[in-house]
């Protein structure tokens, strides 16, 4: 269980805050377990969270928070509600501000700060900070309900309806004209007249066969079974067809555009040792055991979680070293960095680990090993791996401090396998065209 559903007895409500108070300690621990168990267990892990509700903090699960709650979001929790953060720092201090990924609602490639005051929306992810907040706007109310209602009301019409419409308008116009044609030739050509009574005007009787022929009555009929039977074959195949229309959409589809990660790939990193690239006299042992100190796997990040199961020894790996500081990744400086004692010598050194450009370009010979180690990550890329670099420099402080004398370690790749049921997708013999060009300026 990543986090706990309930009531923190350390939570602080600072006294600023309008309309709250500070929250009593439970007084036994059976009162703390209900509060536990007042939230949907099975789903603690995404849709718990800790608010405050009539001067008292209890867990609650996503769909129980309303206008007014304060809440609180911490590092990983995905916003549940269009919230408003509040202010927790004293006028003398330099707030920090949070991460909010809002890529899915805005498509921002990087995360953006957000500081006391201002609003992060629903379905938005926390990268960076814990901090309170109240909420203004649930449900369809919120930034992501309103899009969304924005896009339910639209009106879109399939392509099958104006290939339909199309057909019709044709069968309309060729009826006219065919009418037209029979109207000229029977009283222009032929002069025949045309009275009332059974049979005394053929002419009549001519534009209905020509109107009931021209008008494709069964076609609707045959293609609502021709859809009904094409979405029998994809459901035999384990799809889910919401709309028949798609079926022909899909049949006349060019082009397939899909994610890779987490969509072809089961989203499970791993390290291929066999293609690693260690350098400056750097062995593979030695560059997998670096790669475990610089990781942190109490954040459960899933490159630092592979980093340190891919050493061999991860149980014994801190046996004589001792992390002195962490600073954890940001989209901004693309590398986290780990100072390290060696207690056995009384040595401190630094670890980086991040995105390769970043690192080598911190290499004090960075002139002589800048084109082998890009010519590798292209290999990389053309191969579907994620490079991942490693620099050491001797001390402590920033990563940039003056005297600072950064050595490039090497590269490990990463690799998420395919799923196996879509093998046979990658295996299909359609013309596949990737973008290893492309790959180069946005590793990691």
């Known amino acids: 269980m990543r986090q706990y559903c309930g009531f923190y007895p350390e939570t602080i409500i600072p006294d600023s805050y309008p309309h709250t108070a500070r929250p009593s300690v439970l007084s036994s621990p059976w009162a703390a377990l209900g509060q536990l168990l007042s939230c949907n267990l099975p789903h603690v892990y995404t849709t718990c969270f800790q608010v405050l509700r009539d001067k008292q903090v209890r867990g609650m699960d996503a769909v129980e928070i309303v206008p007014g709650d304060i ?14 953060i509040l202010g927790e720092h004293a006028e003398d201090e330099e707030e920090a501000p949070m991460q909010i990924d809002q890529a899915a609602l805005t498509g921002e490639s990087l995360p953006v700060k957000k500081f006391s005051g201002d609003t992060a929306f629903s379905g938005s992810t926390v990268k960076q900070g814990e901090r309170h907040a109240v909420v203004y706007a ?16 639209t009106n879109n019409v399939a392509n099958i309806q104006k290939v339909m419409s199309k057909i019709g308008a044709m069968c309309l116009i060729t009826i006219g004209i065919w009418v037209v044609i029979e109207l000229g030739v029977q009283f222009g050509a032929y ?15 001519n534009i209905l066969v020509i109107i009931v022929g021209g008008i494709p009555i069964a076609m609707p009929t045959v293609l609502s079974v021709t859809l009904a039977l094409g979405a029998y074959q994809l459901a035999k195949h384990g799809a889910i067809v919401a709309r028949m229309s798609a079926v022909e959409e899909m049949a006349g589809m060019d082009i397939l555009c899909s994610d890779k990660t987490g969509t ?13 690239f260690p350098m400056g006299g750097t062995d593979v042992n030695t560059l997998v055991k670096y790669g475990a100190l610089s990781a942190d796997v109490g954040s459960e990040e899933a490159i630092d979680v592979v980093l340190h199961n891919t050493y061999p020894d991860p149980d014994g790996l801190w046996k004589g070293y001792r992390r002195l500081k962490f600073i954890p990744f940001n989209p901004n400086d693309k590398f986290t960095m780990a100072v390290i004692e060696d207690e056995r010598t009384g040595q401190v050194f630094r670890l980086m680990k991040g995105a390769p450009q970043v690192v080598l370009k911190r290499a004090y010979d960075f002139a002589e090993i800048h084109a082998p180690v890009e010519q590798k990550i292209i290999e990389y890329a053309n191969r579907g791996y994620r490079a991942l670099g490693f620099g050491i420099a001797s001390g402590a402080g920033a990563a940039d401090a003056p005297g600072t004398k950064w050595e490039f370690l090497g590269l490990l790749p990463l690799f998420d396998p395919p799923r196996y049921e879509a093998w046979g997708l990658i295996q299909y013999p359609l013309s596949w065209k990737s973008l290893p060009t ?5 590793i990691c």
């Open 71 to 84: 809440l609180l979001v911490r590092l990983g929790d995905i916003v549940p509600a269009d919230i408003k």
């Open 138 to 153: 649930t449900g369809v109310n919120t930034f992501f309900g309103r899009a969304a209602a924005l896009i339910g009301s």
């Open 191 to 205: 002069g025949h007249s045309c009275y009332t009574g059974e049979g005394r005007c053929p002419t009549v009787t």
């Open 264 to 276: 072809l790939t089961l989203n499970k990193l791993s390290i291929d040792l066999s293609a690693s």
């Open 438 to 442: 492309l790959t180069l300026p946005i």
